[in-house]
């Protein structure tokens, strides 16, 4: 691995980490060991704008500051303890958390442009048929510094140009930090990225999206999947309490025409969710909402009795929605050989992923 540790290794327990706090909260931060509450702002540089790794690298604070500093706080990056490398340049890191956890988390390159698949949960509790990670059950909330480390330290930081919240866990199932974290991204004392290049995904756990609209521009992606609510549920036992239709009726309310853009993620199933009749119900749903949906090629994973569609389902697919008024694509599925793609990540084991298999 590249990146070096910072300090944290040289400290007590009592440390707290700097990644992950607000202007305001760095201001208390300077007053509280005798630095000028303009320091704040520095530290903001330091961290949110050179992504610095240790305390001293903050040459422009006083060494007695830097020491005072350094006695109770430390940066709080942590590097990946493992990284497994696609044939088609996507890459998957395993980042420990601050609660003892392992998750993983994606970087996908594509010319000029380079996406990160961030998780916000160890594990998840929505329990998804066709997930690895719902397989794999709940092993915990990440904090925003745990979220933003992902973003921070993973190799290639400085080429990203999109961050997606579709790695483990239901990002509204752990809004708090979400939301620090999105903040922090996009606040001009913060990473000061365009909400645009940030969209969070959801199986639509309503109060968490209503929340979310109101205190982020950031994107929104529903994982949808099947536009029968007892299909879906059989699929998604998300679906009794997060029921599609209510959320839909929410999402409906909401201006889409501006800079915030919705999609709903599909995966496309053999014979499950591929039909003339899925079809239907899924632009009857759709149409009358500003709003894309991305086809996603199932991979299929162990001891599942899902099948991924066929590319002429797929296809036909595609152009029925498109035809019909719902703009329609086909998601380029990247790092399969490692299971990165969609619905594969698992972080039990740190090698293989896949519990052995
Ligand atoms: S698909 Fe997403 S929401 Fe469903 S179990 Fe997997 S990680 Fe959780």
Known sequence: MQNKRDDSSKKGDKVKKLL???LDELKAVAT????????AKQMAEW??????RSIEEMTNLSLKGRSALAKHYEIGCVPPSDVQQSTDGTAKYLFPTESGQQVECVYIPDDDRATLCVSSQAGCRMGCRFCMTGRQGFGGNLSATDILNQVYSVPGSEKLT???FMGQGEPMDNLDAVLRATQLLTAPDGWAWSPKRITVSTVGVRKGVERF????????????HNPFPEERLAMMPAEKAFGLLDLLALLRKQDWSHQ????FEYIVFGGLNDSERHARELVRLLAPIECRVNLI?????????????SEEKMVWLRDY???HGVTTTIRASRGQDIFAACGLLHSRTPQPPLGGA
């Open 321 to 323: 929605l498109t035809h």
């Open 32 to 39: 509280e060991v005798g630095l000028p509450r303009f320091a």
């Open 213 to 224: 609209l109101q205190e982020s521009d950031c994107h929104v992606a529903v994982s949808l």
């Open 260 to 263: 915030r853009r919705l999609s």
């Open 47 to 52: 961290i949110y704008g050179k992504h610095v």
């Open 297 to 309: 090629r199932f991979h299929e994973i162990p001891d599942s009795p899902y099948h991924g569609a």
């Open 20 to 22: 992950g706090m607000t």
């Open 162 to 164: 999109n961050i997606v």
